[in-house]
C-alpha cells in the first residue's frame, strides 16, 4: 500500500485517500473536535450523543447514529487508530466498490455495529445483570467508528477471499486467515477486562462481511429498492419524454439500474 517515489533514493510515499474517505476522515475528526469543545464547555447536549443501550429503547434512537462520530475524549489515540485503518482499507474499498457503494457499506456497518451494542447489552443484563462487565453493556455509554473501520476491514477481506495478500509485518496469508485472526482477538478482547466496544466490532465485521460478498441487502430488499429507483428514473426521464405521432409503449421499462453499482471499479454489482 506504500509506493516508491520514482527517482527516489529508497524513499517511500503513503497513498493519497480517496475522495469519499478523505471526506469520511474530516467528517469523524470534525465531530470529535466539536464534542470535545461541548464536553469543555459544559454544553447539556454532548450527554445525550453517545450510545447506551438502555436509552435507546427508551426512545433515544439517534444514539445509533451519533455515537458513530464519535470517540473517547481522554484518548485523541483512539480517533488517531480508526482514521489509520480507515485510510489504508477504506482506500482500497473504495476503488474497488465506488464512492455511492462505499458510503452505504459504512452507514450500513456503523448501525449494525450500533445495533448489536443494543442487542447483545440487553441480552447480557438479563442473563447477568449489572454485576457483570457484559451486563453494564446495557448502561453504560460507548463511542467510536470502530464497527465502520471494521465493516470497511471485513469488506475488504470478502473481496480478496481466497487471494494470498500481503499484510505489512504479517507477511503474506489467504485473507480469510486475515479475517480469521481479526476474529480470534475480537473473542479474546471479549473474554478479557477491555474496555473496547467488542460487541461494536463484530456488528460492523458481520455487515461488512455481508456486503463483501454480496449477500446485503436482502433480495427483497435490494429488489424493492431497485425497483423504486427505476420508477423514480422513469419519472424523471418521462418528464423530458417527446411526444411523436404513431409513438408506441413498447420500451422495455422492467430492467432497472443496479443498487450497488461499481461499475468498472471491480466491485460486486448486484442485480
Not at 8 to 26: K, N, Q, Y
Not at 99 to 127: E, H, M, N
Not at 181 to 188: A, M, R
Amino acid at each position: 500500500m506504500a509506493t516508491r517515489r520514482p527517482g527516489s533514493a529508497g524513499g517511500i510515499t503513503i497513498p493519497r485517500p480517496e475522495s469519499g474517505t478523505l471526506a469520511l476522515i474530516l467528517a469523524f475528526t470534525g465531530s470529535y473536535v466539536a464534542y470535545l469543545l461541548l464536553l469543555r464547555l459544559g454544553i447539556g447536549v454532548a450527554e445525550y450523543l453517545p450510545l447506551v443501550p438502555s436509552d435507546v429503547v427508551r426512545g433515544q434512537a439517534w444514539r445509533l447514529v451519533t455515537s458513530v462520530f464519535l470517540h473517547a475524549e481522554n484518548s485523541p489515540g483512539h480517533l488517531i487508530m480508526n482514521m489509520l485503518m480507515l485510510w489504508i482499507f477504506g482506500n482500497q474499498v473504495e476503488r474497488q466498490l465506488g464512492r455511492p457503494a462505499y458510503f452505504k457499506l459504512c452507514a450500513w456497518s456503523g448501525i449494525a455495529g450500533a445495533v448489536a451494542t443494543t442487542v447483545l447489552g440487553g441480552l447480557f443484563y438479563l442473563i447477568f445483570g449489572a454485576s457483570n462487565d457484559w451486563g453494564l453493556i446495557w448502561v453504560a455509554p460507548t463511542v467510536g467508528a470502530s464497527g465502520v473501520v471494521m465493516g470497511i476491514i471485513f469488506c475488504w477481506t470478502a473481496l480478496q477471499w481466497g487471494r494470498s495478500i500481503n499484510l505489512f509485518l504479517l507477511g503474506e496469508m489467504k485473507a480469510q486467515t486475515f479475517a480469521l485472526i481479526l476474529i480470534v482477538i475480537e473473542l479474546l478482547t471479549a473474554l478479557s477486562y477491555s474496555m473496547d466496544s467488542w460487541t461494536s466490532h463484530l456488528g460492523g465485521a458481520g455487515m461488512g462481511f455481508l456486503i463483501g460478498r454480496g449477500l446485503w441487502p436482502p433480495r427483497g430488499l435490494r429488489k424493492s429498492m431497485a425497483k423504486r429507483k427505476h420508477q423514480k428514473t422513469q419519472q424523471r426521464l418521462r418528464r423530458f419524454e417527446v411526444i411523436e405521432g404513431g409513438r408506441g409503449d413498447d420500451a422495455d421499462d422492467t430492467a432497472g439500474p443496479p443498487l450497488w453499482g461499481g461499475g468498472d471499479k471491480g466491485g460486486p454489482t448486484v442485480h
